[in-house]
T-cell receptor, first 114, second 113 residues
Framework: KAGVTQTPRYLIKTRGQQVTLSCSPI?????VSWYQQTPGQGLQFLFE???????NKGNFPGRFSGRQFSNSRSEMNVSTLELGDSALYLC?????????????FGEGSRLTVL | AQRVTQPEKLLSVFKGAPVELKCNYS??????LFWYVQYSRQRLQLLLR??SRESIKGFTADLNKGETSFHLKKPFAQEEDSAMYYC???????????????FGQGTILTVHP
């Protein structure tokens, strides 16, 4: 069974640009969550999608958005990039919902904003 | 506010020594509790969950509701245990998940030979 796949793995952007990150969950998983990982803040929850609906959202500005498609694949978008958005963005999928507690993580997309 | 604290950013022990990684949480309701681990150059993965009451790779975690703690313990640390460990409560109310895990800051465990 293929694991969670995130693309691109690495990318460099400049301030003011926007970026779209993609996540393909494990086959059969309907819940996709996104996390931002930085050395200073650790892992911070961005949002969770289940059956194409955003069910939960963390404390991030509106520049951070996401969506989920009917095949459970998810994308997140960050507009008007700031230097502080440089981070590793992790996607995680789970079978039904976070009631199971077990998240399966991808390797992440490392974003550098110059 | 929901909060989880891992007071030790770094923890070093020698092989064969006991190890305890601390986790304290402040949550409304009755959270479900998990420990996740990230070994070098590997993905973040679930180590164990409280509800299972299981021991994984020799690790156990005890929930202390009075102290609101969920410390991870292992009696004899091994070099391969060196990794980043995250405590992660899942917010719940009335048995229903809030739909997200909140991760602590993480503790880097180094087990020396």
């Amino acid at each position: 069974k293929a694991g969670v796949t995130q693309t691109p793995r690495y990318l460099i952007k400049t301030r003011g640009q926007q970026v779209t990150l993609s996540c393909s969950p494990i086959s059969g998983h309907r819940s996709v969550s996104w996390y931002q990982q930085t050395p200073g803040q650790g892992l911070q929850f961005l949002f969770e999608y289940f059956s194409e609906t955003q069910r939960n959202k963390g404390n991030f500005p509106g520049r951070f958005s996401g969506r989920q498609f009917s095949n459970s694949r998810s994308e997140m978008n960050v507009s008007t990039l700031e230097l502080g958005d440089s981070a590793l963005y992790l996607c995680a999928s789970s079978l039904e919902s976070l009631n199971t507690g077990e998240l399966f993580f991808g390797e992440g997309s490392r974003l550098t904003v110059l | 506010a929901q909060r989880v604290t891992q007071p030790e950013k770094l923890l070093s022990v020698f092989k064969g020594a006991p190890v305890e990684l601390k986790c304290n949480y402040s949550y409304s309701g009755s959270p479900e509790l998990f420990w996740y681990v990230q070994y070098s150059r590997q993905r973040l993965q679930l180590l164990l969950r409280h509800i299972s009451r299981e021991s994984i790779k020799g690790f156990t975690a005890d929930l202390n509701k009075g102290e609101t703690s969920f410390h991870l313990k292992k009696p004899f640390a091994q070099e391969e245990d060196s990794a980043m460990y995250y405590c992660a409560p899942e917010g719940r109310a009335g048995g229903t998940s809030y739909g997200k895990l909140t991760f602590g800051q993480g503790t880097i465990l180094t087990v020396h030979p």
